[in-house]
T-cell receptor
């Protein structure tokens, strides 16, 4: 089945130690998103890619970076994780274009910072 | 500024009873409205959306939502709740500045608890 896959399911890192979360999709969608969700709160958009075009949210800290080497993969890099970055990170995709607003989410990566 | 409000943190219903999860919105122009459901430790799943057309929108798993422009509401409903419907429900509106993407603004979420 076509889907959005996030690895790992759980990630533990140390304070200040760089960490990378990965997302892949078999849907061939143009748009990929990274959301941060804390303690069953509303997901908060960090950034998204429309094809190769990167779009950063104004309030996303510089500590968060992203890479999209090809259509299928997108990575979230946290350069120096702080305790406040512990959260569920959700990757999502959409086809892009008018009428294609439906998002397809992965199962998320739960990040713990020790 | 555009926003979505879900006034109830939690809704409790008995299995078999009808359920309503409330959502109100504030946007300029015509709203694109969505409902997503999140089961524990999982990503969000799309339930339904309203773009234009009939005010009553039918979606997955027997859910429906009613768009009410005068009340700026988009409440989620189901005629007969199941225990398996217990989950976290998010209402969302498309960011009006994002005409080509699914960039959404989510409400705070409502936990639905259906008791046997």
């Amino acid at each position: 089945d076509a889907m959005v896959i996030q690895n790992p399911r759980y990630q533990v890192t140390q304070f200040g130690k760089p960490v990378t979360l990965s997302c892949s999709q078999t849907l061939n969608h143009n748009v990929m998103y990274w959301y941060q969700q804390k303690s069953s709160q509303a997901p908060k958009l960090l950034f998204h890619y429309y094809d190769k075009d990167f779009n950063n949210e104004a309030d996303t800290p510089d500590n968060f970076q992203s890479r999209r080497p090809n259509t299928s993969f997108c990575f979230l890099d946290i350069r120096s994780p702080g305790l406040g970055d512990a959260a569920m990170y959700l990757c999502a995709t959409s086809r892009g274009g008018q009428g294609n607003e439906k998002l397809f989410f992965g199962s998320g990566t739960q990040l713990s910072v020790l | 500024a555009q926003s979505v409000a879900q006034p109830e943190d939690q809704v409790n219903v008995a299995e078999g009873n009808p359920l309503t999860v409330k959502c109100t919105y504030s946007v300029s122009g015509n709203p694109y409205l969505f409902w997503y459901v999140q089961y524990p430790n999982r990503g969000l799943q799309f339930l339904l959306k309203y773009i234009t057309g009939d005010n009553l929108v039918k979606g997955s798993y027997g859910f429906e939502a009613e768009f009410n422009k005068s009340q700026t509401s988009f409440h989620l409903k189901k005629p007969s709740a199941l225990v398996s419907d217990s989950a976290l429900y998010f209402c969302a509106v498309r960011d009006v500045g994002s005409s080509n993407t699914g960039k959404l603004i989510f409400g705070q979420g409502t936990t639905l608890q259906v008791k046997p």
